[in-house]
Nanobody, 132 residues
Framework: QVQLVESGGGLVQPGDSLRLSCATS????????VGWFRQAPGKEREGVSC????????YYSNSVKGRFTISRGNAKNIMYLQMNNLKPEDTATYHC?????????????????????????WGQGTQVTVSS
């Protein structure tokens, strides 16, 4: 059974950092492209960052580029999103997601939901609130 469980969210002040974790089970991440997306009330879902487990290529949305870093842990079934210099507009529920590698030509397509390419499975999410 495919499972993804996010953790690490919380209430922080602008400029602070958080590291989100995504623990996966029931499958091998080696066969999937992975990423994070966020959903805020009243806003469209946004692909934040994606990572190819095949070649290590990454994608970041313009809103987080230079502040967020996606990575895969030494325990290969976990992935992270390091978030630095957080801003109030980063407030959202963050979800980790996956898509089979053989259905993807570019991690950018997953994160931008291009041409119907999207995450195939995702977790329940972890809340991140940035407020002074």
């Amino acid at each position: 059974q495919v499972q993804l469980v996010e953790s690490g969210g919380g209430l922080v002040q602008p400029g602070d950092s958080l590291r989100l974790s995504c623990a996966t089970s029931g499958f091998s991440l080696d066969r999937y492209e992975v990423g994070w997306f966020r959903q805020a009330p009243g806003k469209e879902r946004e692909g934040v960052s994606c990572l190819s487990t095949r070649d290590g290529s990454t994608y970041y949305s313009n809103s987080v580029k230079g502040r967020f870093t996606i990575s895969r842990g030494n325990a290969k079934n976990i992935m992270y999103l390091q978030m630095n210099n957080l801003k109030p507009e980063d407030t959202a529920t963050y979800h980790c997601g996956i898509r089979p590698s053989d259905t993807v030509t570019s991690v950018q397509h997953i994160c931008t939901f291009f041409n119907g390419t999207d995450f195939s499975s995702w977790g329940q999410g972890t809340q991140v609130t940035v407020s002074s």
